[in-house]
């Protein structure tokens, strides 16, 4: 903060966010991704909508995303005046796959696809940069919520989010991880209204996207404290799984989680039960969320997008709509006691037993 005020730059790409991208460059790297370029955003939402607009699809171009996500991801597309693709997730790992998407290309072209890390389990890195390889399809990942657990390959541009409510917090922000440099130049001059060159000159339409200095302060903050932050959250997990195995198999769990990630909201599916759950945490004074519920075809904004290959909601969607009855959130932080994590799951299985 003292360098900040010395400085006399707040925000406008100054010192401390310039430094704040190369090690945020380099943290990406230390934690098993390729060497890439890093940019900073106001928002995960802005980065995206930027990078897809700066990467020049053509007008009305198709971007698949998945139908159980954050809206963002759809408002995305939409602000970037492209035509989003709603499409089913996979059973085991709530995912959009690469599976997925072939089998949606085939019957609709596509010119984009935005998995997402739905709540931050990675995505396969080499299995879509395969896909992008073989089909021609643009892959932009919504990493959300998963940065410091995801790998990202050469050739996959990444978006992360830097929100207070995800793991690698800020208060607001956006990051973007990519080889495609002339992109992300693009995408930057947007964030600053279209300004390209030391003249000040409006070259495109751009709009005000910009990642402020206190943010990149606080950013160069966690980095430094990220081992204890990650340290914090695994304690937390690993506590819900030792309560959450006693309910054996009347509960499932996204695949993976506990075992190859840290989640970043804990989902639980109990099938056909998930708003029992939701309401009985909410009577014993425990709040949560159905993150991603309603999904994203219930919105009334996005009931208009339509279904690969304009197939009704049931024939399109079957997985998600399970899922939508099963899902609920429990409450996830890296300062739960284990007394806590107890009271939780015990109101889940007078509910489940």
Known sequence: MAEIHTNRWYTNFGPLNERFETEMAMFLEQTGSAKLG????????????????????????????PVLTFPATALSVLNASYKPVFADVDKESWLLTPEIARKAHS????????????????????????????????????AAAVLGQQKIPQGITAVFSLHATKPFGVGEGGLVATNDLETLDRARS?????FIGPAGVVQQTGTNAKFGEYYAAVGLQQIARWPEVI???KNVADAYWRELKKLGNRIELQAGCG???????????????????????AAAGIQTRRWYLPLLHEHPALKDITFVGNENVEEAIPVSLELAEGL???PFHAFLSDE????????VAEVVS
């Open 38 to 65: 890093t940019g900073t955003f106001s928002s995960a939402t802005t980065a995206l909508e930027l990078m897809l607009r700066a990467k020049r699809l053509g007008e009305g171009a198709k971007v698949l995303i």
């Open 328 to 330: 609920v959130g429990l």
């Open 190 to 194: 947007l964030s600053n209204f279209g």
């Open 231 to 233: 340290e914090r959250r």
């Open 259 to 281: 075992d190859d990630f840290i989640p970043a909201t804990l989902q639980i599916y109990a099938k056909d039960l998930g708003k029992q759950i939701f309401d009985a945490l």
């Open 340 to 347: 806590d994590i107890i009271e939780i799951c015990n109101v």
């Open 107 to 142: 019957k609709e072209p596509l010119d984009a696809v935005v998995p997402v890390a739905t709540y931050g389990k990675p995505l396969d890195g080499e299995a879509w940069l395969e896909f992008q390889k073989e089909t021609g399809v643009h892959v932009f990942w919504d």
